[in-house]
């Protein structure tokens, strides 16, 4: 009840919020914003734009998967927010038989409408707010922080364990293969993170959207037992089809591992009613059951990749990292910005890799995810590029 001889001033209504901005200010300015000066000006080049900025798929949908969608479309009645028992077996099945993940059942798992819908609520999900810290590496898929930072949480960027002292921060994000770098973290690095995280309590959440997108390593996911020793106990794994399956328009993702917490997200989920249609569900299981199309794109994107590559490299960049993921982590030793203003000249966008934080100021995060057609654009334009 409110009490009338208070003397504090009321709070301002939502609504007196809204129009001051207030409430939008608790979120950065959306990074791609930022490029619409540079776009048009690389949209000016006579031959037309390269667009290699956002990592969006652009070859065609599996067939297996819009088979599925069709045959599933008569769809009149509500699906189940933890998809049905088939999808989460499929899911099962594909960690066991492409990266030898081993004592996970569909318990453990749990269908997302999209991998960047889940990480911005998984904290908000959880239960977490004023108080809680998030930590998420020093080169991050900005997602990480705007999830913690709408549910109220305090975010440390690092990524040693031993630099957070005694931290036990209640959710840490790692990310491998990393968004934006390609970088992979080795095995002895991955047991040791989930050692540390387990003996204070903390979540370990590991962003894996490009575990098959590998070029020059192999990368483990956190559910292996060479790395979890055996129990998903305190850690979980996220997983898309938007890069493997070119799925992206679907929204197909899932989360994995320790089943108490799959279990305590569900109960959130299904309270919002947050569902998976069921045309996606049928269409995901069988993406999740082929590998056929999978190993086909990979090739593609492989290609692709050693024609950037070599055109960068020919052009004056050093490239960091990249033996993961669909992007290649470039730099010629300037601040980003001079770089992506340089590439727009010639016609190319890239992302600057400020845009994953302070340790990307001096690179560029150049995606292989165009045509064909496009990137052999992009290296003719690289190859009188200065």
Known sequence: MLDPTSSAPPRPSVAARLSSGAVSQRLPDFPWDSLAEVKARAAAHPDGIVDLS?????????????VALTAAADAPGYPQTVGTPALRQSAVDWLARRHGVTGLDIDGVLPAIGSKELIGAMAL??????????????????????GARLAGCDVVVSDSTVALGPTAPAIMWINSPS???GRVLGADHLRKTVEWARERGVLLISDECYLECAWDT????????????GSHDGILAVHSLSKRSNL????????????????????????LGLIMPGP??????????????ADAQHALYAARRAVLRDALLGAGFRIDHSEAALYLWATRDEP???????????????????FYGAAGARHVRIAFTATDERIATAADRLASFA
Request: proline share 7%; net charge negative.
């Open 248 to 271: 992206a328009g679907y929204r197909a993702a899932f989360v994995a591992g320790d089943t108490a917490i799959v279990k305590e997200l569900l109960e959130v989920r299904k309270n």
């Open 54 to 66: 956002i990592g969006t798929p652009v070859d065609s949908t599996p067939l297996v998967a819009q």
């Open 179 to 181: 968004n934006p770098s």
């Open 125 to 146: 999900h959880l239960g977490l707010g004023a108080g809680d810290t998030v930590v998420i590496p020093e080169l991050a898929y900005p997602t990480y922080a705007v």
């Open 280 to 293: 996606i569900q049928h269409a995901m299981r069988a993406t999740l059951d082929d590998d056929t199309h």
């Open 218 to 229: 192999v990368p483990q996911s956190i559910l292996h037992p060479d790395i979890s020793g």
């Open 336 to 354: 980003a910005r001079d770089t992506v203003a340089a590439l727009a000249e010639i016609g190319v966008l890239v992302a600057p890799g400020e």
